[in-house]
């Protein structure tokens, strides 16, 4: 029995997924190229992601797939690759943009907290003299400073570079490619292209000109956020209009036949049946109904299920009984229960109230008798 058990607790908190971005770290932001959040302008060429799973494919391409030794197990190359040597014929807008923002523009989130100059690292693997350049740019302005990022050594093998191609020298020099980010906050790193061939595997913007990436370079730096807190109450109510918290919201009482605790740590009304004369009788407390307008709901109540006995519930409209309920026996202790009434109309001033009792089922062992149950509740939701 406890593998079913635990596929069902598997399917009560399931994984809710969302985006993820990318965030600065001590100087650094870590991006894995293919994990890109959009692509446009990718009608003549594209950008396409090559992992052990991608199947062959049939663009123009002068070069094998290069998965192996790829951060990530992972890179993009932009395809098809129709100028891959000199005598292959240079076509703007084509096989070629000298123009940043032109072609095959990708967008990365990055959430900076230290504003300033950022080198820019590509990841790289040519085979020739044209598949080794691109442009980046910020939040759609391609700055002069980090356009035509340049591989020149290396060939055949991943390889870091944070040149950029000038016109007095081609290979460019290291670290003469860089973003200025102005302000903290929220930025889109954009990246397009300038050859078609061109093979990407990892992006790293560092702040630091120290800073030299090797092998796959710096652990990705995506944005993992805190885990948020579950819901511990209420857990069976799937859809309200309000909630009326019993600890909160309802006032117990005084006049009514045995008085109601609360129970904190549960969030709960109870009766405290340690003592014997709040074994017998129905403890009550109250809520007033305190819209300007009469409006229909649905009034489920919600109690807490115990082992020492089956407690009695009541719902009153202005001191009508509108609904009598009794939990279930439960095996786990304090287990939600519900109990709807549909359909009730609340006119502005109504008193809802809620009673229960404190009852024993004789079964658990307690000083010289038996436990008894508490007759706790936690609430009525309004639907
Ligand atoms: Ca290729
Ligand atoms: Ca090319
Ligand atoms: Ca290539
Ligand atoms: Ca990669």
């Known amino acids: 029995m406890k593998t079913p058990l635990l596929l069902s607790l598997c399917l009560l908190t399931p994984a809710l997924s969302f985006s993820q971005g990318y965030v600065e770290q001590d100087g650094i932001i870590s991006i894995e190229a293919e994990d890109f959040a959009s692509q446009t302008k990718a009608d003549v060429r594209r950008w396409f992601k090559f992992d052990a799973r991608t199947p062959p494919h049939s663009y123009a391409d002068a070069d094998d797939v290069h998965v192996e030794g790829a951060s990530g197990g992972a890179y993009i190359e932009i395809l098809p690759d129709t100028r891959t040597n000199h005598d292959e014929k240079l076509i703007h807008g084509e096989n070629f943009s000298p123009e940043p923002g032109k072609m095959c523009v990708l967008t990365y989130p990055v959430y900076v907290s230290q504003p300033g100059r950022y080198y820019i690292w590509g990841r790289a693997f040519s085979t020739g003299p044209e598949d080794n350049g691109a442009h980046f740019g910020l939040d759609g302005i391609w700055q002069e400073s980090s356009r035509r990022l340049q591989f020149c050594a290396g060939k055949g093998q991943w390889t870091w570079s944070s040149a950029q191609r000038r016109p007095e020298n081609h290979c460019g020099d290291p670290l003469t490619l860089w973003i200025d980010i102005e302000e903290a906050g929220q930025h889109t790193l954009m990246l397009s292209m300038r050859e078609d061939g061109i093979e990407l595997d990892k992006i790293v913007l560092a ?168 007759g706790r509740w936690i609430g009525l939701v309004l639907q």
């Not at 909630?243 to 006049?255: L, P």
């Open 207 to 374: 702040m630091d000109e120290a800073f030299q990436p090797e092998g796959t370079g710096p652990e990705v730096t995506r944005y993992e956020p805190a885990s948020l807190p579950e819901r511990t109450r209420f857990v069976d109510i799937k859809n309200y209009s309000y909630i009326w918290h019993a600890t909160e919201d309802f006032q117990v009482d005084a006049g009514a036949e045995v008085p109601y605790y609360v129970h904190n740590q549960k969030g709960a009304l109870a009766i405290n049946a340690a003592k014997e004369e709040f074994r017998k009788g129905f403890a009550r407390a109250s809520k007033v109904f305190e819209q300007k307008r009469a409006r229909e709901f649905d009034l489920t109540l919600v109690t807490l299920a115990e082992t020492d006995g089956e407690s009695e519930y009541r719902i009153l409209l202005n001191d009508k009984v509108i609904g009598n309920f009794k939990n279930p026996e439960t095996s786990v202790d304090y287990r939600e229960v519900t109990f709807t009434i549909p359909d009730v109309t609340l006119n502005p001033q109504d008193i809802i109230s809620v009673e229960s009792n404190a009852v024993t089922n004789g079964k658990i062992p307690e000083g010289d008798g038996t436990a008894f149950a508490r």
